[in-house]
């Protein structure tokens, strides 16, 4: 955490309510997307979203300061997890991703024009899909390190395993990823 956030966490500590909004903000966008990601698109993100923040808020007056994105993506790993084993279901990869909550990726990008925009969403299709075919395990070290920037030490540390597992499974997640997409990285080596 960095001084404004600790600071943030600090005033609401203290009673500041919005300084928990400054907080939520700050960590809407990766946490949200890992989320969302690891559910595969699926409406409950929201949800798991906010159940995060409602588990967090309970036990933030505890919290030591240290990785606050990280304790974060822990919780949500668990309620994924959790969610799972209720629903009893295989986590199986949408044939597209339910994009009705992804409001990030509907904003226009002023500096794109339209036929850049449109690769770009066909690429980001077939990125995700692509992502979406790795075991859950392999995906979620993968997003928790793209997404959050989170370290490995404290990746091993949510999944529960030892850092030389979780260097291994983003090895193999991104040897799994450069082979699915090998054909999009020559056609755009070649442009």
Do not use: C
């Not at 036929?115 to 690429?123: H, K, S």
């Amino acid at each position: 955490m960095d001084d404004r956030e600790r600071s943030w966490l600090e005033r609401y500590r203290q009673g500041d309510v919005n300084a928990l909004g400054m907080l939520v903000e700050q960590y809407r966008r990766p946490l949200y997307a890992f989320i969302l990601r690891m559910t595969e698109g699926r409406v409950d993100a929201d949800e798991i979203f906010q159940e995060v923040w409602a588990r967090a808020i309970k036990r933030l007056d505890r919290f030591d300061d240290r990785n606050l994105l990280g304790w974060l993506f822990r919780i949500a790993h668990n309620l994924v997890i959790d969610q799972g084993r209720r629903k009893r279901a295989v986590v199986e990869a949408p044939a597209e991703p339910d994009t009705r909550t992804r409001w990030i990726d509907r904003a226009p990008d002023a500096r794109v024009g339209p036929a850049t925009e449109a690769a770009g969403r066909d690429l980001g299709g077939r990125i995700r899909r692509a992502m979406a075919r790795l075991p859950p395990e392999q995906r979620e070290v993968f997003l928790m390190r793209m997404e959050g920037d989170i370290p490995f030490k404290e990746i091993a540390r949510v999944q529960g395993v030892s850092i030389n597992t979780a260097l291994a499974r983003m090895h193999y997640a991104l040897g799994k990823l450069r082979q699915e997409l090998q054909s999009d990285y020559d056609a755009f080596a070649r442009s």
